[in-house]
């Protein structure tokens, strides 16, 4: 069974640090990684895709690398601002499924 | 981008009325579709999923006589909570599958709080 581990699990920094968020996955047949935000009384906003074949997708300040071998997964945010204050999700579908399984979300404030 | 519309944002009803929470996907045909249950700080639990034109498969735990799905087309998906009671309170989520394998992202709907007095 696929268990998919975020830490930190909360994360408190000041605006302009440069963060990385961590995603480990137990069973390396994955499909694709997801990564998510989600604010506060939200659904989740889709972030970046990264299928199995993939080692890294990039959209704007994110950057999101994939290292199935080991189980990890990486989300990198340059430059953060307090506009990206919220609670960051990672998915894996696995292979065979096509539900994808959650890690409990690392909770990011990012102050003035 | 793919789109997915849920409504009511948030319910608040007495204990004992069923709820009936909408999750539409607005420019794409969702062949299956995922409802979820997100307590406070924690993740996202799938309760059941639903594909149209057939009956829903539900997780372990979760009561099918409790909490009805109802996909009877390929854009709406509708899940009712019968006789709700105060530990139905919880956020609800629901997302679709664009139906490419997880070649594209999955989408969600922006879920609906329930407060049940």
């Known amino acids: 069974k696929q268990e998919v581990t975020q830490i930190p699990a909360a994360l408190s920094v000041p605006e302009g640090e440069n963060l990385v968020l961590n995603c480990s996955f137990t069973?390396?047949?994955?499909?694709?990684l997801q990564w998510f935000r989600q604010d506060p009384g939200k659904g989740l906003t889709s972030l970046l895709l990264?299928?199995?074949?993939?080692r890294e997708q990039t959209s704007g300040r994110l950057n999101a690398s994939l290292d199935k071998s080991s189980g990890r997964s990486t989300l990198y945010i340059a430059a953060s601002q307090p506009g990206d204050s919220a609670t960051y999700l990672c998915?894996?579908?696995?292979?065979?499924?096509?539900?994808?399984?959650f890690g409990r979300g690392t909770s990011l404030i990012v102050h003035p | 981008g793919a789109v997915v519309s849920q409504h009511p944002s948030w319910v608040i009803c007495k204990s004992g009325t069923s709820v009936k929470i909408e999750c539409r996907s607005l420019?794409?045909?969702?062949?299956?579709m995922f409802w979820y249950r997100q307590f406070p700080k924690q993740s996202l639990m799938l309760m059941a999923t639903s594909n149209e034109g057939s009956k829903a498969t539900y997780e372990q735990g979760v009561e099918k006589d409790k909490f009805l799905i109802n996909h009877a087309s390929l854009t709406l998906s509708t899940l009712t909570v019968t006789s709700a009671h105060p530990e139905d309170s919880s956020f609800y989520i629901c997302?679709?599958?664009?139906?490419?394998?997880?070649?594209?992202?999955?989408?969600f709907g922006d879920g609906t709080r329930l407060s049940i007095l």
């Open positions: 420019d794409f045909q969702a062949t299956t």
């Open positions: 997302s679709a599958d664009t139906g490419t394998g997880g070649l594209q992202p999955q989408h």
């Open positions: 069973d390396s047949a994955i499909y694709n």
């Open positions: 990264i299928q199995s074949s993939q």
């Open positions: 998915a894996v579908l696995s292979g065979g499924s096509y539900i994808p399984t």
